[in-house]
């Protein structure tokens, strides 16, 4: 059975709605001011370190491949990447020598709670990041936008989030802007104008791919 959260909780993502449109605005005006030089000179790696972004999957090979995926969750094809394609991953070879980050480049509102919850406790990201993605069919046909908060609140719940830590995390306009900041940046330095977007040990492949070919990539980049 699915734990809803407090309506103190719901209410408090009114305070993340103000500020995914004010940031909303500040993402389109920076995107406005993109220079083009920057990705050239400022490495994937310095990205991920300056951000203190750790992978979801890490490799203990001596030979790996860095996979970032730019992705919001209410993107279909984002969706269809995590329940298909990197199953499919999982079950090749290559897969023991991936690491794969995903930076949240949320579409709206819905992806935006999503991001907050699934940022709120780094225990919980990985199995969020997989309840939201394998229950999509279900939020995303809710009746209404207070059911699907709910319902992405309750994943969160679920893998043992409080309810006191998701209504912190929930009201912290500071972390909510940090988020935010990670989306205008990737336009900004990497080009994602799209999700999902990956960079493949920086090189930028667009859209949901079928597995043959992110293994055609990865074996390309191991091999160098």
């Known amino acids: 059975m699915i734990r809803r959260p407090p309506r103190s909780t719901l209410s408090s993502s009114s305070a993340a709605s103000d500020v995914y449109k004010r940031q909303s605005l500040f993402f389109v005006v920076g995107a406005l001011f993109v220079n083009p030089a920057i990705s050239k000179d400022y490495e994937y790696k310095q990205y991920l370190q300056d951000n203190n972004i750790k992978p979801l999957i890490k490799s203990y090979e001596e030979n790996s491949v860095d996979i970032i995926e730019f992705s919001s969750f209410s993107c279909s094809h984002c969706a269809a990447f995590h329940n298909e394609t990197l199953q499919e991953l999982k079950?090749?070879?290559?897969?023991?020598?991936?690491?794969f980050y995903i930076i949240d480049n949320p579409l709206n509102?819905?992806?935006?709670?999503?991001?907050?919850?699934?940022?709120c406790n780094e225990g919980i990201r990985s199995s969020?990041?997989?309840?939201?993605?394998?229950?999509?069919?279900?939020?995303t046909k809710a009746s209404s936008g207070e059911e699907i908060i709910e319902l992405l609140n309750s994943y969160g719940l679920q893998h043992g989030l409080g309810d006191e830590e998701l209504q912190s995390c929930l009201k912290d306009e500071n972390s909510h802007n940090e988020l935010l900041s990670l989306q205008v940046d990737a336009q900004n330095i990497f080009g994602v104008e799209s999700t999902p977007t990956f960079l493949i040990n920086g090189e930028k492949v667009q859209g949901n791919r079928p597995a043959s070919e992110f293994i055609k990539i990865i074996n390309k980049k191991l091999n160098n």
Not at 91 to 99: A, G, H, L, Q, S
Not at 109 to 119: G, K, L, M, S
């Open 91 to 99: 079950e090749r070879d290559v897969y023991k020598n991936i690491n």
């Open 109 to 119: 509102q819905a992806a935006f709670n999503a991001t907050i919850v699934a940022n």
């Open 128 to 139: 969020y990041v997989d309840s939201v993605y394998e229950n999509y069919d279900v939020w």
